[in-house]
């Protein structure tokens, strides 16, 4: 059971970016997915749930309207659209899976995280 | 939104010692709250599910407990691959989900 981050990089502030997280050994459109972010020295900041078939969609609000979660179930891969980025968005950025009928509500699986710095 | 109020933000103990965290919430979630170890430059790993269940794989010397907005986290009998940094979850019905602040958990 894997989930592997991609995507992060160097931005400057107000500009944009798009997370990948690719998924394999386990049945991904069964799942709802999330998004955690821990800036540099702090805690962990949970940030967005999709839900198994991308019907549902929940945001913390310091990102709401500027991120977007979505979901490619054919392509076993789940997206974060990191928009009007702000130095405040540097963090690692990780993808979890979230349990189903066990742990649910749990974050069962996670990434091994994709670092976004945003600076001038 | 929900709060998580984690205490202590640091601790100092020693390979043996028994050691206990607390996790407050601003509202009552009932046992929706889970813990989590993080080791420096390492992804989270679930611990504890649900305030008491353990997760598969993890030793029985972890140990959660409490419902509604009282929950604690124990460690009996530390080993060295024990120091890590700690944190309560909640996630209630529906999201937002919250974290607590963490517990840092270092060597005497």
């Known amino acids: 059971v894997y989930l592997v981050e991609s995507g992060g990089g160097v931005v400057q502030p107000g500009k944009s970016l798009r997370l990948s997280c690719a998924a394999s050994?386990?049945?991904?459109?069964?799942?709802?997915l999330n998004w955690v972010r821990q800036a540099p020295g702090r805690g962990l900041e949970w940030l967005a749930l999709?839900?198994?078939?991308?019907?549902?969609?929940f945001y913390a609000d310091s990102v709401k309207g500027r991120f977007t979660i979505s979901r490619d179930n054919s392509k076993n891969t789940l997206f974060l659209q990191l928009n009007s980025l702000r130095i405040e968005d540097t963090a690692v950025y990780y993808c979890?899976?979230?349990?189903?009928?066990?742990?649910?509500?749990?974050?069962?699986?996670w990434g091994h995280g994709t670092v976004v710095t945003v600076s001038s | 939104d929900i709060q998580m109020t984690q205490s202590p933000s640091s601790l100092s103990a020693s390979v043996g010692d028994r050691v206990t965290i607390t996790c407050q919430a601003s509202?009552?979630?009932?046992?929706?709250l889970n813990w989590y170890q993080q080791k420096p430059g390492k992804a989270p790993r679930l611990l504890i599910y649900?305030?008491?269940n353990l997760e598969s794989g993890v030793p029985s010397r972890f140990s959660g407990s409490g419902s509604g907005t009282h929950f604690t986290f124990t460690i009996t009998s530390l080993q060295p691959e024990d120091f890590a940094t700690y944190y309560c979850?909640?996630?209630?019905?529906?999201?937002?989900?919250?974290f607590g602040q963490g517990t840092k958990l270092d060597i005497k």
């Open positions: 509202q009552d979630i009932k046992n929706y």
């Open positions: 050994g386990f049945t991904f459109s069964s799942y709802s």
């Open positions: 649900d305030a008491s």
């Open positions: 979890a899976r979230e349990g189903i009928t066990v742990a649910v509500g749990a974050f069962d699986v």
């Open positions: 979850q909640q996630y209630d019905v529906l999201p937002p989900y919250t």
């Open positions: 999709i839900s198994f078939d991308g019907s549902d969609e």
